[in-house]
Nanobody
Framework: QVQLVESGGGLVQAGGSLRLSCVAS????????MGWYRQAPGKQRELVAV???????TYADFVKGRFTISRDNALNTVHLQMNSLKPEDTAVYYC????????WGQGAQVTVSS
């Protein structure tokens, strides 16, 4: 079992920045993928960015050049630096962890005002 605890998020004006962090704990194997998904009201959950341990990152087209994902393997932590935020980035952001089974964080609200 793996537990995920998110931090960060909040309210920001368009053009601003926010940083999300997620710490994984529990039975963690040497190979896993961490990342972020988001879900806006009335929409399906969608991938934002993922980063495998020792692998290359994957970004959704709508965040390329604005968001940066990074991880600290020693601390089992993943971060999402979000710059140049837009109102359409408003959503609940979920930490994602997968080492054969997917796990989800509790969600962090990100609200971008115009």
């Amino acid at each position: 079992q793996v537990q995920l605890v998110e931090s960060g998020g909040g309210l920001v004006q368009a053009g601003g920045s926010l940083r999300l962090s997620c710490v994984a704990s529990g039975r963690i194997f040497s190979f896993n993928t961490m990342g972020w998904y988001r879900q806006a009201p009335g929409k399906q959950r969608e991938l934002v960015a993922v980063i495998p341990r020792g692998g290359s990152t994957t970004y959704a087209d709508f965040v390329k050049g604005r968001f940066t994902i990074s991880r600290d393997n020693a601390l089992n932590t993943v971060h999402l630096q979000m710059n140049s935020l837009k109102p359409e980035d408003t959503a609940v952001y979920y930490c994602y962890f997968n080492q054969g089974l997917p796990y989800w964080g509790q969600g962090a609200q990100v609200t971008v005002s115009s």
